[in-house]
């Protein structure tokens, strides 16, 4: 059998190598030894090793291969440890002025509670990432709710769950205003985009309020069990901001009236920041440009009113620390990252024309596989297209393999004889959900930095509700194909 993705048609019967069985051996490892709450950085550095050596044939490959995958990865997330690093130091010298205190002060009327700060971030963050997507959502909200969420007596992890699930999971997965991801999964299956976007609505709808709740109930069940844990980073689980630990709570001080107007300044321009999104039609990488050329025009402001003599010397201070906490977060999952990109692009680049004729990677090549090996009806085309997303999301792209699921879901409903805009829908969802940004490490980091918990904590958290969420939503689309 033959679909059309990306222009191309490739083949369902696509040969699988070595290459593809060992990347899918690890990948059981890695997620075993993650459920298992233990340290992944060997054995992905281990298969990384074993899929350069199948690829070179050669030991000075293979070595040389870690090396160069670990820059790869260090390349495509230099954005992400940009824009974190920046926000972060901005964070720090407004928590030592007490300008956050000052800032934040008025929100507290609204997020009075744990549930209420939960559902509220939450409800903001899905808002916000319809129209500019969830990255420069991430550092907009984290920096000005969080403070306020954690006072509250929400978890800075609860706070990461809220902002990663509603916007990275909810927003990103409909996609309704950008548009981006229903025209890669309408263009591939050969639908409109209206249709697609249509019958993904009960799904989305479905998977957002089965994942949010189921998420809520475990995070306050283990709280009154004193089972939860935080997994602060560079900082104790008591502390009033997860981004600056106890010994760093120095205070610098401030006039009282000039800290009062920069914490009405500081809000007023991250909203302009929204409105030129808004205005210039700037989404993604250009609109994270955005927030973290602002944060820096802040994190120098107040610095030399804060420090005066001193602002030059402590403007290079916050920075530092900034990027100190950056790449202590992103340490950890490069080496992850590294082997996972491999599963896609990297491979290629790193290795050369490798793979078969007809291959779009080696993750693309697992789904495809799949697809050519099971019976076509709805409910199996309905579990398939769940696994087959969930697969092509593994490298942490979310976009990378919607095409795929398009294509596949065109594929089954013409022998099925309907649902393709529901089967459609299903394979994009699944595809974001699993690799934009809920249970990929390094995809969900954003939320993670800015809250000060680990990613694989974060990642942990979510795995359960995520889950039940994608079977609770494939049962539904059963019944709608």
């Not at 744990?114 to 129209?131: D, K, L, Q, R, Y």
């Not at 005066?308 to 992103?330: A, D, H, M, P």
Request: aromatic content about 8%; glycine content about 12%.
């Amino acid at each position: 059998m033959l679909l059309r993705q990306r222009g191309c048609v490739i083949r369902v019967d696509i040969q699988l190598l070595p290459i593809h069985w060992v990347y899918l051996v690890f990948i059981g490892f890695i997620l075993a030894i993650l459920i298992k709450r233990r340290d992944t950085t060997m054995i992905c550095v281990v298969g990384i090793f074993a899929l350069g050596l199948l690829a070179t044939e050669t030991l000075s490959g293979s070595v040389s291969g870690i090396f160069n995958s670990f820059i790869y990865a260090t390349k495509e997330l230099m954005g992400t440890i940009m824009i974190i690093s920046i926000v972060v130091a901005m964070s720090r010298v407004l928590i030592r002025t007490g300008i956050n205190e000052t800032m934040v002060a008025p929100l507290t009327r609204f997020l009075r509670t744990p549930a209420m700060a939960f559902w509220g971030i939450g409800i903001i963050m899905m808002v916000t990432s319809w129209f500019f997507w969830p990255s420069p959502g991430v550092a907009l909200i984290g920096a000005v709710l969080l403070p306020v969420a954690v006072r509250v007596g929400l978890p800075a992890l609860g706070a990461a769950m809220a902002m990663n699930l509603f916007g990275h999971g909810i927003a990103l997965s409909g996609d309704y205003i950008i548009q981006g991801a229903p025209k890669l999964t309408a263009d591939a299956a050969g639908l409109p985009v209206s249709s697609v976007m249509e019958a993904s609505i009960p799904l989305v709808i479905v998977m957002g309020l089965v994942t949010t709740i189921t998420a809520f109930w475990m995070m306050r069940r283990d709280m009154k069990k004193g089972t939860w844990r935080d997994g602060l980073i560079g900082s104790n689980a008591g502390d009033s901001s997860a981004l600056v630990g106890a010994d760093e709570q120095v205070k610098v001080n401030l006039a009282p009236k000039l800290k009062k107007l920069l914490a009405i300044l500081i809000p007023l321009l991250f909203a302009l920041d929204v409105v030129a999104m808004f205005v210039l039609h700037l989404q993604g990488g250009d609109a994270t440009a955005l927030v973290g050329g602002t944060a820096v025009f802040i994190l120098i402001a107040v610095t030399l009113l804060a420090h005066r003599n001193q602002g030059l010397e402590q403007t290079t201070s916050y920075l530092i620390e900034g990027f100190v906490f950056g790449f202590k977060v992103f340490g950890p999952v490069i080496p992850i990252a590294a082997f996972f990109y491999l599963g896609d692009s990297a491979f290629t680049e790193l290795y050369g024309k490798i793979l078969p004729d007809g291959s779009h990677g080696i993750v693309n090549d697992l789904g495809v596989a799949l697809a050519g090996h099971v019976p076509l009806n709805g409910a199996v085309g309905a579990v398939t297209l769940t696994v087959v997303g969930a697969i092509t999301g593994l490298d942490g792209s979310g976009f990378s393999g919607i095409s795929l699921a398009g294509s596949i879901a065109q594929l089954f409903a013409t022998a099925i004889g309907s649902g393709a805009a529901v089967l459609t829908a299903l394979g994009q969802v699944a595809a974001i959900w699993v690799g934009g940004g809920t249970l990929i490490p390094w995809a969900l980091i954003p939320a993670a930095a800015i809250c000060g918990v680990s990613p694989f904590e974060l990642a942990r958290r979510n795995l359960k509700p995520v889950l039940i969420g994608l079977a609770v939503t494939t049962v539904v689309a059963m019944f709608l194909v």
